[in-house]
């Protein structure tokens, strides 16, 4: 956690000044705030790039920075703009969301699938993800599933698919009938869960999205031969996950590693083959064993940060961003990660009863300098563009010092110049006084 005494408003690093050590096999000592930093440039969130302009230039920016993380998850909740949108803000600034669609469809840079949880992935990682679509079809067309009692209907979409070309759900008429609640997966379509499942066993993929709604071709036709070859070898696919999640992590356990590429709460490589890997990867020089304060469990740093923690040790290369994260950002998607690296206990409260919400119902986390420092839960009125802050919380032991004020003011207002508005108000705020401090920051009356 934070010390109240830091003069801008969060902890200092330990500042050993000191070389990291050079015997094989000895862990690396890490600081708290060592194993924070490091973790915070490992996701790209430790400072942001010039502002451009050239469309080229961005989406070449967009696609690295996907790359570099492995995935960006998707979800269906949009307060302000889509998940997947805003992680790419956080670490880019403003873009034109248009440029990130055109790199799936029709650059066919990116694809989707259950890499973590439903998201995207740079395309040349399909491959790595076959073993996964083929045990999804073993486990869900055994006797008894959904599928295998609907399999004519299965049979049929697919045709309609292959006959026609994309489609999307909509395509597809909805049985006779009472309508579904509005808490129905599927909306009561079986057309509609015919389609995920074509997608989720890989005879699909999703070709565009529509809005949100995604529309489904072959996937022989969008990535043609893909399909018909072996998947990779399982020990190269063991490496690509393990190997991406700990270059996206920076700093790990096996259960980080393992829980970074998932199939909804399948992970694509165990915690014990992870561990395994990660061991692996060390006695070939790719990853270094670490002792972090408060981790029980065995930790590994990529070895790529090591030229930056010597950085970090001789002053230099601190992160200088603050931002605000999605609730679905891959620096806090892992929970207990979240608490045991950062000391920062943070929940999803969206399916939480309104009179049970602690801090709000889709709170973006405030990133400050490496350091997870509070949360705000806005709202966006794009008639009005405005962007409203209705309560900004700091943790407990966060002072709101005029320079964390003035960087979380400046994160406000860049966020609503990406939404497409032009104003900000922060309504109530913990402690108090932070409210008055960012309304006189972000030049509007209290």
Partial sequence: MARADAPDGVGKPAGRGRGTATRPGEAEPLTTDEARALATVAQRLDRRPAPV????????????????????????????????????????????????????????????????????????????????????????????????????????VLAVVRERGPVSSRDFARPDGPRPGPWAWWGGKPDRRALDHLWSRGDLMVLRRDGFERVYDLAERILPGATAALPPPEADQRRHFVGRALAALGVATPRWVADYFRMGSRPHVTPTAAALELAAMEREGLARRADVPGVAEPVWLDATLLPRLAELRA????????????????????????????????????????????????????????????????????????????????????????????ALAGSLRDLAGFLGGNDVRVLAGDPPGIVTALNDALGRPS
């Fill in 315 to 406: 002053g230099r290369g601190r992160p200088t961003l603050t931002t605000l994260l999605s609730p679905f950002d891959s620096l806090v998607w892992h929970r207990g990660r979240s608490e045991a690296l950062f000391g920062f206990s943070y929940r999803l409260e969206s399916y939480t009863p309104a009179h049970r919400r602690v801090y709000g119902y889709y709170t973006l986390p405030i990133l400050h300098r490496g350091r997870l420092v509070g949360r705000v839960d806005p709202s966006y009125d794009r008639r009005g563009r405005v962007l409203t802050a209705k309560v900004v919380h700091l943790e407990p032991s966060v002072r709101p010092t005029p320079p964390l004020v003035a």
């Fill in 53 to 156: 302009r050239d469309r080229t230039t961005v989406k070449a920016r967009l696609l690295a920075t996907i790359r570099a993380l492995g995935c960006v998850q998707l979800d269906t909740i949009s307060v302000i703009a889509r998940s997947h949108e805003t992680v790419l803000w956080s670490r880019l600034g403003r873009y034109d969301p248009a440029l990130l669609a055109e790199l799936h469809h029709p650059d066919g840079a990116l694809f989707e699938y259950w890499a973590h949880a439903a998201a995207i992935a740079p395309i040349e990682s399909f491959p790595f993800y076959r073993r996964a679509m083929e045990a999804y079809r073993s486990r869900n067309e055994a006797p008894g599933t959904w599928a295998a009692e609907h399999a004519a209907t299965v049979e049929r």
